[in-house]
């Protein structure tokens, strides 16, 4: 079967450093996206991993270890408009059709 | 450059009635896909496309979903007969390397 699982919401404080973790099991995998979404509106691309070790990209970094099926989303120097649903999702490797965990809801706080 | 857009934005509907949802996809994309987003729910696939190829319907819940895309463009959700369970966000993306573009979603509501 194919099962992830991420955390169903975070809190955290405007100018600090959170890291939302994911953990997947699925079959095909080839590789994983970071995406975020704002209530009401489209899930925007973060992030692709595909081989082990971390991807920076500014203030937000993600990681993957294929072995362990664990990736994690860092995000540094956290601002309000960060408040958004993350999304962890498995890139399957027939037609890449994407599998997605329930989302992260972060609410950034002053 | 112009995204994925969606039609309608928002669309009401009675039980037992038809629906047609439109994904216009980023121009050159070749790679089209259909998901749906319930409440409190992750998205779910429903449906892909691939150039010339035979879709990929595996994610369809119900025989009364179907799709098309023609001219390897725009793409028409259908759902037959819609129940409440059918209430949703549903989304389409499109790719033509790695990464799915979505679009803002069509919020369907059945009465």
């Known amino acids: 079967g194919q099962n992830i699982d991420q955390p169903t919401e975070m809190t955290a404080t405007e100018g600090a450093i959170v890291q939302i973790n994911c953990t997947y099991q699925?079959?095909?995998?080839?590789?994983l996206f970071w995406y975020q979404q704002h209530a009401g509106e489209a899930p925007t691309f973060l992030s692709y991993?595909?081989?082990?070790g971390l991807e920076e990209k500014g203030r937000f970094s993600s990681f993957l270890s294929r072995s362990k099926g664990y990736s994690y989303l860092l995000l540094k120097e956290l601002q309000m408009k960060d408040s958004a649903s993350y999304l962890c999702?498995?890139?399957?490797?027939?037609?890449?059709?994407?599998?997605f965990g329930q989302g992260t809801e972060l609410s950034v706080k002053p | 450059g112009a995204g994925v857009s969606q039609s309608p934005s928002n669309k009401v509907t009675e039980k037992g009635k038809d629906v047609e949802l439109r994904c216009d996809p980023i121009?050159?994309?070749?790679?089209l896909y259909w998901y749906r987003q319930s409440l409190g729910q992750g998205l779910e696939f429903l449906i892909y496309?691939?150039?010339?190829?035979?879709?990929?319907k595996s994610g369809l819940p119900s025989d009364r979903f179907s799709a098309e895309r023609t001219g390897g463009s725009v793409s028409t959700l259908t759902i037959q007969r819609t129940q409440q369970e059918d209430s949703a966000v549903y989304l389409c993306?499109?790719?033509?390397?790695?990464?799915?573009?979505f679009g803002p979603g069509t919020r369907l509501t059945v009465l």
């Open positions: 699925t079959s095909g995998f080839n590789g």
């Open positions: 999702a498995v890139k399957n490797n027939q037609g890449g059709k994407l599998i």
């Open positions: 121009s050159g994309h070749t790679a």
């Open positions: 993306a499109s790719r033509v390397t790695d990464t799915q573009y």
């Open positions: 496309f691939q150039g010339n190829s035979a879709p990929d």
């Open positions: 991993n595909v081989l082990d």
